[in-house]
């Protein structure tokens, strides 16, 4: 397991295995992250516990190892097959699963990425045929549908 090595790289920081993890979970949901985002990067920081040099250093370590590619200001995971699994492993795999989509994914981010979360979960609902990836979408557009119903288009 890659991360796994490259936590054990980093032996006075043992922790950063957890970190990694998670930050590419969060990543490959949202696509990209745009590092002059500045409300984006303290949401991932607030909810992983960084400080934002450690989340520099998570950055720079992936980046070092190829599991992401840093464009100018832009960051996402190398290749699409990579976030597809990653996706699909930790958050609908129910042999494998360790992350709550809706919990980890939806509540915090939503508001600030809300259609590369909608597309990245109709992709894996489409290529798992996950049910649950199925009822969350499901039950995200209905809410948007009842919004716009209520309150006109937003977009």
């Known amino acids: 397991n890659v991360i796994r090595d490259l936590s054990q790289i980093e032996e006075d920081e043992p ?26 990067r303290a949401k991932i920081q607030d909810i992983l516990g960084l400080s934002p040099i450690d989340e520099e250093r ?41 992350a709550d989509y809706q919990q980890q994914i939806i509540e915090p981010f939503f508001n600030l990425k809300p259609k590369e979360i909608l597309t990245n979960l109709a992709e894996v609902e489409f290529k798992s045929e996950s049910l649950e990836a199925r009822k969350l979408l499901q039950r995200k557009l209905n809410e948007l549908r009842r919004a716009i119903n209520q309150e006109g288009n937003l977009f």
Not at 58 to 83: D, H
């Open 58 to 98: 998570i950055i720079a370590r992936l980046v070092e190892f190829g599991l992401i590619e840093k464009y100018s200001i832009i960051i996402r995971i190398s290749y699409e097959f990579i976030a597809d699994y990653i996706i699909i492993k930790h958050f609908f795999n129910p042999k494998t699963k360790d």
């Open 15 to 40: 922790r950063f295995y957890h970190f990694y993890q998670r930050y590419l979970q969060i990543l490959a949901v949202l696509g990209t992250i745009n590092l002059e985002e500045k409300e984006l």
